[in-house]
């Protein structure tokens, strides 16, 4: 069933990429969407046969690979990859949906966003070190192209940094993998036997330290942020899409996977200096999204701040703050790819991003009314407005990280209030007041542009009001990675997930 999830996109980009004869990118774009809507379904019958009270591996598929390299085909999926793989096929379909219909080299384009579906689902069910990294490195290839093809003026130049910039992250991790395999004397990348294993402390905090930054250049967190506002501002929107709901998960998944779990004492000796490092990511993607006149960098910087958050819950490591950990990924990956449709829409109808030269978008009749409504849903939902999902994830890292470090959340939370300072100042600059002289007669939106938008903001006030549709899935898993006892379906009775919901 796994498999499935990662060659089908695989074959489909082959015989788009390599079919013979002409066909025109409509007709490209149709194929590509039902081979990600395939997809999508797929991982949601997936979802509907998972077992939420099962904190193991399930689906496992084991093939032999090549012994003398101790790399083995091993698949698995449980409650920490199960939301983020179906977050991976819906935000692939959305982004297919949202391209543009004559957009130039389309069998070459949509192969590679196949590619990069089939590069990130491979990467959160490996279940071997090995085979990670393998998947980790196959959507760089793509989303390289994707940027340096199809994105904006300095489209080179972005492309370049990112590549320099995830190359590096690659190194690092294939050094820690390796590092972890040689130390602990297994024959074997697999990853549940390399957990058993107790290295030295000293082992462990230089191991550790490599990966940290190596998932910290992924994610990004400050200083090895910088690669990131330029790839979004150069990318085209399905892209950005792409790069911020899904790519960067891959790095915070890592932390948890990869770090938290095979290094459990070196973790708890470095949560000290994880946590004063998540404050400085959340205070400065604030305050420098605040003086950003680009909506485009402006929202690339607030992703840079939420991605703070979940390194403060992971410091933590308590039952609720990585429960908020899941809820925060799945609730950016949602929330930043309806910020970003919505910037992209402006930009297509208006021919600018920046805020000082829009003003006035909520106009009823002559501006882009709903598409500004879709822009104040997302602003809420990332400010944590209650009745959204980022409402609920950062209850949950707040909650569970202010037992550990009460210093560090309380100075997250300021970020939380920075939030509503720049995306208000966002919203009042280009959607109210009176429509600007430079964008007026702007062309009709049409409802096939409002529906990504309208599906994702529906989707986040639904996990809002009802949280523990989400929770349930991954509820035992984040409770077994630092309670190896049996999976329980409530963490703490006095604050459980269905507690935390809206009245």
């Not at 590619?115 to 990670?132: E, K, R």
């Not at 950016?332 to 021919?351: D, M, N, Q, R």
């Not at 978008?361 to 959204?388: H, K, W």
Request: hydrophobic residues 55%; proline residues 5%.
């Amino acid at each position: 069933m796994l498999s499935a999830l990662i060659w089908v996109p695989i074959l489909g980009a082959a015989i788009i990429a390599f079919l013979p004869g002409n066909i025109s990118a409509k007709f490209t774009r149709k194929i590509s969407f039902a081979i990600s809507f395939a997809a999508l379904i797929w991982s949601l019958l997936i979802a509907i046969q998972f077992n939420p009270g099962n904190n193991s591996q399930q689906f496992i598929e084991f093939l032999p690979w090549i012994d003398s390299l101790g790399l083995n085909y091993s698949l698995g999926v449980d409650g920490l990859s199960l939301p983020l793989l179906v977050l991976n096929s819906l935000l692939t379909c959305l982004a297919i949906y949202i391209t543009d219909e004559n957009i130039t080299r389309s069998r070459f384009y949509y192969s590679l966003v196949l590619l990069l579906n089939a590069g990130v689902t491979g990467a959160f069910l490996s279940q071997d070190l090995l085979l990670f990294f393998l998947f980790y490195e196959l959507e760089l290839v793509p989303l390289y192209f994707l940027i340096a093809i199809w994105g904006g003026a300095r489209r080179g130049y972005a492309a370049i940094k990112f590549l320099l910039y995830t190359t590096v992250s690659g190194i690092l991790l294939l050094a820690a993998f390796l590092g972890v395999v040689w130390f602990s004397g297994s024959s074997s990348f697999a990853y549940e036997p390399l957990r058993t294993h107790h290295l030295p402390l000293g082992t462990q905090l230089l191991l550790l330290g490599t990966i940290l930054v190596a998932f910290g250049i992924k994610i990004p967190l400050v200083p090895l942020h910088t690669w990131l506002p330029d790839a979004h501002v150069e990318a085209s929107t399905p892209i950005s899409v792409l790069l911020a709901g899904v790519l960067l998960k891959l790095g915070t998944y890592g932390l948890l996977r990869f770090g938290l779990s095979l290094f459990p004492e070196a973790w708890q000796t470095l949560a000290p200096s994880l946590a004063i490092w998540a404050v400085v990511s959340v205070l400065y993607g604030a305050f420098t999204a605040i003086a950003q006149t680009d909506m485009k960098k402006m929202v690339a910087y607030s992703s840079i701040a939420h991605m703070g958050y979940i390194l403060l819950a992971s410091a933590a490591a308590t039952p609720l703050s990585l429960l908020g950990c899941l809820y925060q990924m799945i609730s950016h990956g949602l929330i930043s790819a309806l910020l970003f449709i919505v910037v992209g829409v402006v930009y297509k109808k208006t021919g600018t991003r920046d805020i000082n030269l829009l003003c006035g978008l909520l106009n009823p009749e002559r501006g882009l009314p709903i598409i500004g409504t879709l822009m104040i849903v997302g602003v809420m939902a990332s400010a944590g407005i209650p009745g959204m999902l980022g409402f609920i994830s950062e209850f949950l890292i707040f909650r569970g990280s202010y037992e550990v470090f009460p210093i560090a959340t309380l100075l997250c939370m300021i970020g939380t209030g920075l939030t509503s300072v720049y995306f208000l100042l966002l919203v009042n600059r280009v959607f109210f007041g009176r429509l600007s002289e430079k964008v007026l007669d702007l062309p009709q939106v049409q409802w096939s542009e409002r529906i990504p938008a309208a599906i994702l903001a529906g989707i986040i006030i639904i996990f809002g009001i009802v949280p523990d549709w989400l929770g349930r899935w991954t509820e035992a898993t984040t409770t077994a990675m630092i309670n190896p006892e049996p999976a329980i379906v409530k963490i703490i009775p006095a604050v459980s997930v269905s507690e935390t919901k809206i009245p």
